[in-house]
Each structure stands twice: as structure tokens, then as C-alpha cells.
């Protein structure tokens, strides 16, 4: 079947620099996309989220792209903070289904 | 906002118990999803109901049975916990239709020895 996937396991990023987290997707028929922010030990948390006829939206430090000619979203976090250091998930979905597929997950680890 | 509540954030039971993982929404969600996630293996999903006494199976439902006996309420169920099924539960929900993000809960860290 088709799935979501990412393409760096691991991020290391100095406090204060921008952030950017990758997303590939393979079903050319996904037309929603969502961020997710999981810390440890706790349930992942909605970021930002994207409609297929969208290519950017903002939110507060937050950008998400989506290039839907070679199938990848990324999530950009401008001056990045210790409280980012987190597992980033990336998910799609389609049809307003409701049903959504999940990749793989980003450790973004932020050096002070 | 929603919020969906698990009811134990740790637990350890031995092999062969039978062991109820509870999850509640109060935002009167149709929809509530039942994953695990494990290392390098990311979020699978186990079972997922679209409404009261409705189940369907997921991608990984040996072992495991659900009940969805009012709107609120999904419970996971390990007929026969075994220690593979040691792992995070995440219990999710959303409302039909349109489009929404799962909104999930802290998650149930269920260790089996």
C-alpha cells in the first residue's frame, strides 16, 4: 500500500536557528496533510495542517510547504527553542475519509 | 477543546491476563481510532470505529478486541496479553467528514512480563 515517509530519522539544530523537517508521500490522491508534535512520554499534538490546494500556510513560528509535483511537505520552525525538541509526524489523508496515514516520525533534538 | 482522556498512563500486567485499555472524548466525536507505536515502527493502527457498537479492523488486530457500548468511550482489549504486545497505546478521535486531524490522548504505556 501506499504510505507516508520521511526522510531524516534525526535532527540536531542549535537553539535560535530554523528547522525545517521533511515529509515524502507516495498516493498522489492525498489531498490533506497535517503536522504532528509528539515530546516523550506524551500523545502526539496537531501543528499545522495543509489542504492540497494550498502550496504554504502559516502558523505562529510554524510554516508548512507542499510541493505536490514530487509529492513532499516539509515543516519549517523559525528560531528554533528547546521546547521543540520533539518527534515531528507527518500524516495524509483523503476523500475527507478521516482515515489518516502516518510516516515514520523526526527526532528534532535542539542544542542550546 | 477536545479532549481525550486514557485512563492510566503506565501499566505492567503479566502474560495471559486479559487487560481493558479505556479511552474517552468529550467532544462527542463519531469517529475514535485505537494505535501502537513502537520504535521504528511508527503509529499502526489496531481498530477504529465510526460509531456506537460499530468496529472495523485495522492493520494489526490479532490479539486484540474493541468495544464501542456509547458514543464517548473505546476500549482496547488484550484478550491474552503477551509480551509482544508490550507498547504505547494511543487512542485518537475526530468528527466525520470534512477535514480534521486526529486529536489523541497521553497515550497508555502498557509493559507485559
Known amino acids: 500500500g501506499e504510505s507516508v515517509g520521511l526522510h531524516l530519522p534525526t535532527l540536531s539544530v542549535q537553539e535560535g536557528d530554523n528547522s525545517i523537517i521533511n515529509c515524502a508521500y507516495s498516493?498522489?490522491?492525498?489531498?490533506?496533510f497535517i503536522w504532528y508534535k509528539q515530546e516523550s512520554g506524551k500523545g502526539p499534538q496537531f501543528i499545522i495542517d495543509i489542504r492540497s490546494n494550498m502550496d504554504k500556510r502559516q502558523g505562529q513560528r510554524v510554516t508548512v510547504l507542499l510541493n505536490k509535483t514530487v509529492k513532499h511537505l516539509s515543516l519549517q520552525i523559525a528560531a528554533t527553542q528547546p521546547g521543540d525538541s520533539a518527534v515531528y509526524f507527518c500524516?495524509?489523508?483523503?476523500?475527507?475519509?478521516?482515515?489518516?496515514?502516518f510516516g515514520g516520525g523526526t527526532r528534532l533534538m535542539v542544542k542550546p | 477543546d477536545v479532549k481525550v482522556t486514557q485512563s492510566s498512563r503506565y501499566l505492567v500486567k503479566r502474560t495471559g491476563e486479559k487487560v481493558f485499555l479505556e479511552c474517552v472524548q468529550d467532544?462527542?466525536?463519531?469517529?475514535m481510532f485505537w494505535y501502537r507505536q513502537d520504535p521504528g515502527l511508527g503509529l499502526r493502527l489496531i481498530y477504529f470505529s465510526y460509531d456506537v457498537k460499530m468496529k472495523e479492523k485495522g492493520d494489526i488486530p490479532e490479539g486484540y478486541s474493541v468495544s464501542r457500548e456509547k458514543k464517548e468511550r473505546f476500549s482496547l482489549i488484550l484478550e491474552s496479553a503477551s509480551t509482544n504486545q508490550t507498547s504505547m497505546y494511543l487512542c485518537a478521535s475526530t468528527p466525520p467528514g470534512a477535514y480534521y486531524g486526529y486529536t489523541f490522548g497521553s497515550g497508555t504505556r502498557l509493559t507485559v512480563v
Open positions: 498516493n498522489s490522491a492525498s489531498d490533506y
Open positions: 467532544m462527542d466525536h463519531e469517529n
Open positions: 500524516a495524509e489523508g483523503y476523500n475527507a475519509g478521516n482515515m489518516l496515514t
